[in-house]
């Protein structure tokens, strides 16, 4: 069975989060690892004050980046609470030869053994912090962790505060004879509490099979001067640059009340 053929039977539900079947999450992501891997590696040569030889991504998911940086020769290092993407990481790393770079950790409460010369989380996993004081807490982490110097790269969507916002995407990933068609919907946003709920789905397909995992997702929101107020209260980072997520360094973007996607640059002063 393929995407978009009629299913007369229906799919199978499968129980829990995308985040617990990571050879799905892998392939969901794994399509801009390229454009980011090389994005990064600009930033790391153009924005930083140091040479970038030591990565760390807090909440690493199933480390399709870390991966591909380890190729390139860096060393890295990630955490995330969720025990089947850390294995799936580190069992990547395994069959590599290389050490296991991923560890069971809490993004907004770790502390690293050596300092790093950057650090990255690109895919709105900050917007799972639910509170002020984790969103805090977690950029005090980071910019204990990095070197004076170092960059953070942090991507999210900013929630607009003029004129329509996005409402939702659709994307269509393929692996030979595995697809997954995923589909992320905003339901609902109380700007008030600070709350937007997502229904999503992501619809699996093999040869024989059709599966679904689906659920409602919840971000805490972020205008503008929400995500300026939270980087402001860390001195020791200092928000030098923005980007969106088409990865390209010859074009930042001026970040207004439109504004939605965004890469912001963190420095360590």
């Known amino acids: 069975m393929t995407a978009g053929e009629p299913d007369l039977v229906g799919p199978e539900i499968l129980d829990g989060h995308l985040y617990d079947y990571p050879a799905y999450y892998d392939l969901v992501f794994g399509s801009d690892c390229a454009a980011e891997t090389a994005f990064f590696e600009d930033c790391f040569r153009q924005l930083a004050r140091r040479p970038v030889e030591r990565i760390f991504e807090p909440a690493c ?32 790393f395994e069959r590599a030869g290389w050490d296991p770079p ?7 409460d770790f502390r690293l053994r050596r300092k ?7 895919i709105n996993s900050f917007r799972h912090l639910d509170n002020e004081n984790a969103a805090r807490s977690h950029l005090g982490c980071v ?30 990933a393929r692996r030979g004879h595995l697809g997954i068609v995923s589909n992320l919907q905003s339901i609902s946003i109380d700007r008030r509490r600070r709350v937007e709920k997502f229904a999503m789905s992501f619809d699996v397909y093999t040869p024989t099979r059709h599966r679904r995992i ?4 919840e971000y805490r ?49």
């Open 116 to 122: 790093v010369d950057a650090a990255f989380n690109t």
């Open 61 to 92: 998911g199933t480390g399709r980046l870390l991966y591909r940086l380890s190729r390139r020769g860096y060393s890295v290092s990630g955490n995330d609470l969720n025990p089947h993407a850390v294995a799936y990481c580190n069992a990547r």
């Open 214 to 217: 689906e659920g409602i997702l």
């Open 143 to 172: 910019a204990a962790a990095l070197a004076r110097g170092g960059l953070y790269l942090l991507g999210l969507h900013l929630t607009p505060t003029r004129g329509p916002r996005d409402m939702g995407e659709s994307w269509t």
């Open 102 to 108: 991923a560890v069971l950790g809490d993004m907004a």
């Open 221 to 269: 929101t972020y205008t503008l001067e929400q995500i300026r107020r939270s980087v402001e209260s860390v001195p020791s980072l200092e928000w030098i640059e923005t980007f969106d997520f088409a990865y390209d360094i010859s074009r930042p973007v001026v970040v207004g009340n439109l504004t939605e996607d965004v890469v912001l640059v963190l420095r360590k002063r």
